[in-house]
């Protein structure tokens, strides 16, 4: 199994040191011949906006996203959900995703309460204990369409619970960034579950 990480922006270090911890040699990705190279792909945290325009310059967005949709398994944490999402709102203007899942994300849902916070949340089907998750101006999955399996929910300071961790088959979506915590319980998931 040979994993990618995009590497156009954001924490894709993080993430591949992540998976140096679950004994995966990960490459980095930028160009379509990188791309050609792989079997999965994660998608880091950083900024979606940003993510999108450095795609379309190097030429590897429409790639990607043909790859997702002919069943590439495929992580993305926090821009990376945005990124998988079928649709967005709070989204700058005609701002396009890779897409795959059916869901629709709220781009910095929890950003305006708190820019950044830490805790540790439940996912019994990633880790029977609790995932230590870092939210930086995060996203939540705000509609879950037909398809999306939940993993995780989250109440956030309006006392509701949110989705914040989902899977559709070969694509799985955080809002937070396990990349950034000692806890490889994510990763692991993903190469063992996702990716099979
Ligand atoms: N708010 C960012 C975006 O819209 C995501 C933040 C993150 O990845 N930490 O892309």
Redesign the pocket.
């Known amino acids: 199994m040979r994993v990618g990480v995009l590497a156009l922006q954001?924490d894709f270090r993080e993430h591949i040191s992540a998976l140096t911890h679950c004994d995966v040699k990960a490459t980095e990705v930028r160009r379509v011949s990188e791309l050609e190279q792989i079997d999965a792909l994660i998608i880091p945290?950083?900024?979606?906006?940003t993510?999108v325009s450095l795609a379309k310059t190097f030429e590897i967005f429409n790639p990607i996203k043909e790859r997702i949709a002919s069943g590439m398994p495929t992580y993305g944490?926090?821009?990376?959900m945005?990124m998988l999402a079928d649709h967005i709102v709070a989204a700058k203007e005609g701002q396009e995703t890779f897409g795959g899942i059916n869901i629709t994300v709220r781009?910095?849902a929890f950003?305006r309460q708190v820019d950044s916070f830490e805790s540790d949340i439940s996912a019994p089907e990633i880790s029977s204990s609790p995932i230590r998750a870092v939210f930086?101006?995060?996203?939540w999955v705000e509609k879950v369409g037909e398809n999306v399996h939940v993993l995780a929910n989250y109440k956030g300071s309006d006392g509701l619970d949110h989705v914040v961790a989902v899977r559709q088959g070969h694509l799985l979506a955080t809002a937070f960034?396990p990349e950034i915590t000692d806890d490889f319980s994510v990763h692991q998931y993903f190469l063992q579950e996702v990716c099979k």
């Open positions: 954001g945290g950083g900024e979606s906006t993510i944490s926090c821009a990376g945005i781009r910095n950003g930086i101006r995060a996203p960034h």
